[in-house]
């Protein structure tokens, strides 16, 4: 069982077994265990070693749980200590005033509120509410709270006058004109947007186009067109231009010399020579009776997919009524419009 340093059971050892002689004087020992009941110390400790091993059997233990049931950081109990270890002299200071917290500053009744229980005192002839509402006075003006509201001390309201018939005539006149419906105002030309289209455009852009006919003058010989001279720039650009015709060769037999003095390579030599052709393929390409049936043809069973694709297609003729006299039920029930019947009148009726 462990057994933290401030337990004083009889096993570990005390400050109370120092001697007299290395004591100090400023640690007097409290309720002094007697010389005689010294000897008793063994037989005490045993019986309270019983009395922990009885408590601890008293009790389903659980693995767990005694892991659990441990402190995470077991302290001692509290001991005073005594001073004189310390090397500093120790020196008792006064506390400081108590500074007043939020809470302090927000319990104070308000300065209004005591300004006017204060001017009520006064009134009365309270003396004694008068002096214990300026001490009140000047704990709430030194509040933080008092300063930051800046709120006036309280009045009495002040009784509205009955008004006269001119001020009830003006006044009606007032609701009479707020009470009229507000006149709307014309439409602001509204701004376009990258995207939209005006409707002005629009019509612009529906109406027929306008095609105004080129007339063209005839060509008359001026007497200016008479007296021109035409410079030698002039005459330059109107000579027609000669262009070599290159696509036709002038020499068609004629070989050139790089062609003659040409070596083919290997390659070139051996694409020139013409394709041989196998005699068993040519033998299979022509037949001796073209109109003859191979045996393997003869014996060939088709498949139904083969028969069925086989049959021809049933092709139906719609562009011939049967009955070419007949009228359709539709055009039996549709009714004419106005349009049509003024459609279907001869021309000049």
């Keep these: 069982m462990k057994r933290l340093k401030c337990d004083l059971s009889p096993e570990l050892t005390t400050n109370l077994k120092l001697a007299d002689s290395v004591r ?3 640690c007097p020992v409290r309720n002094r265990i007697p010389y005689d009941a010294q000897c008793f110390i063994k037989d005490i400790s045993k019986e309270l070693n019983e009395l922990y091993k009885r408590h601890d059997n008293h009790f389903v233990k659980s693995k767990r749980i005694m892991e659990l049931a441990q402190p995470l950081h077991p302290k001692c109990r509290f001991m005073p200590k005594c001073a004189c270890p310390f090397k500093k002299t120790i020196e008792i200071v006064p506390a400081d005033p108590p500074s007043n917290t939020r809470t302090e500053q927000l319990a104070l009744p308000t300065v209004r509120r005591l300004l006017y229980r204060r001017q009520h005192a006064m009134d009365i002839g309270d003396r004694i509410g008068e002096s214990i509402l300026n001490r009140w006075l000047r704990y709430s003006y030194m509040s933080l709270y008092s300063r930051l509201g800046n709120l006036q001390p309280m009045k ?3 009784k509205k006058k009955k008004p006269n ?16 419906p507000k006149v709307e105002l014309e439409p602001e030309t509204p701004v ?15 109406r027929p186009k306008v095609v105004e006919e080129i007339v063209k003058t005839e060509w008359e010989l001026t007497p200016g067109m008479k007296a021109y001279k035409a410079s030698d720039r002039i005459k330059e650009m109107a000579e027609p231009v000669s262009r070599p015709n290159v696509h036709t060769n002038e020499e068609p037999e004629k070989v050139s010399p790089n062609a003659l003095t040409y070596k083919p390579s290997d390659r070139i030599k051996e694409m020139a020579q013409p394709l041989a052709k196998n005699e068993a393929n040519l033998a299979g390409d022509v037949k001796d009776d073209p109109f003859s049936i191979s045996p393997n043809a003869l014996k060939y069973k088709p498949s139904t997919r083969i028969k069925e694709l086989a049959e021809p297609k049933e092709f139906e003729n719609t562009h011939i009524r049967e009955n070419p006299f007949a009228i359709s039920p539709a055009a039996l029930k549709a009714k004419a419009s106005p349009r049509l019947i003024e459609l279907a009148k001869p021309k000049g009726s």
């Design 165 to 180: 018939p001119k001020e009830t005539k003006k006044q009606a006149a007032y609701i009479e004109k707020l009470a009229k």
């Design 192 to 206: 376009r947007k990258a995207g939209d289209y005006s409707v002005k455009r629009l019509k612009k852009l529906a």
């Design 156 to 158: 009495k309201p002040v």
């Design 24 to 26: 100090p004087e400023c």
